[in-house]
């Protein structure tokens, strides 16, 4: 398997955004991918801190990938070679399985990634982009990230960007907030209200958009408004979130300084990619703009306080690796040679084992021998 990847590791949220590939957008892409590269297998992982190419084999297929990314994306191949890190062979799955258990993200253990790359998957596999290759890894890695997630304090003690986002209206010094949610309807927007709702003193107006009619989630606690309302409702909020998948800002700097009638001191969270908010916004009087790069900030003593739950993830992760990297090698080796069981069926024990001997190194044929006690 081969992989490139943009996240957060390599680039400010700024130039993820320039790689960013929506949903709807995901078919044409891997179409595209198939085109250029001659991979019939291949996965797209995009979210607000990554985009992520998988493909099967490994054909040195990076420069191909590149280029298709940078075809569909708009931007300079040169741009994607700064900014890509590359994986190839067991380098690529240990990086699948890092990202999947939530090692490789922006906060450790976050929860959202596993559900991100089983609809990244599934996705592809329903639209006959995957084969045993890359099933096999992507199973794997999901039910790894399970495991961790069961037998690890690294999901117990986890955050995510949404509860990150959450506390920073906790620490708000009045007693009762008021919070303008945007896209509280969506995957990452669910999390946060529900988030919300379990916080004391806390009165959420979320946004509908009208076509959809209007949802009553949230009991008493949430108020609904239609999104044309939305600057409306900003005089009466203490913190406003956005969290849509919208290709426009949600608000605009000019906007939202004609809406703003009191000098209220006004928290602004933005958790989108590409942005939903304008960064203007953050240069208004009385306004203060929290987004991606900042909650990068904010993670960072969550996940010093992993630490000791990231070597035991470790040593679960290497452990069902290996399980796969034994299945992808035995299937390789069937697959390459189906008369294998005829060519060893009158082979003796004694003859196989001089086999064995003379091909492997002494720290491996001693394991077979061990195997074989």
Known sequence: MECISISHKTAASAAREKFYIPKEKTGDFLQK?????????????????????????????????????????????????????????????YHLFRVVCGMESMVLGEDEILG??????????????????????????????????????????????????????????????TVLLMGGSGQMGSIILKNLLSQKNVRIIATVRSHKGICQSGGDQVEHVDYQNRYAALEEADAIISATASPHYTLTAGRVREAMQSPKERLFLDISMPPDLDAEIGKL???????LDDIKKLAEENNRRKQHAFADAEEILEEELEKLCKALAFHRFTETDAHWKERYADCPAEKLLYLLRDGLDSGSFEKVLTVLK
């Open 116 to 177: 991100q790359t089983r609809d990244a998957y599934l996705s592809a596999k329903e639209a006959g982009y995957t084969g045993y290759e890359l099933n096999s890894a992507f199973q794997a890695a999901l039910a790894c990230a399970k495991r961790v997630k069961t037998e690890t304090m690294i999901s117990k003690t986890a955050v995510s960007v949404a509860t990150l986002a959450v506390n920073e209206v906790a620490h708000l010094s009045i007693p009762h907030k």
């Open 285 to 291: 009087a009385h306004c203060r703009l929290v987004a």
């Open 33 to 93: 991918i198939r085109a250029v590269t001659g991979a019939e297998q291949c996965v797209l992982l995009s979210t607000c801190n990554r985009t992520e190419i998988y493909v099967e084999g490994e054909g040195n297929r990076f420069c191909e990938l590149e280029k298709a990314l940078g075809m569909f994306s708009g931007n300079e191949v040169e741009q994607i070679r700064n900014l890509a890190r590359r994986y190839q062979g067991k380098r690529a799955l």
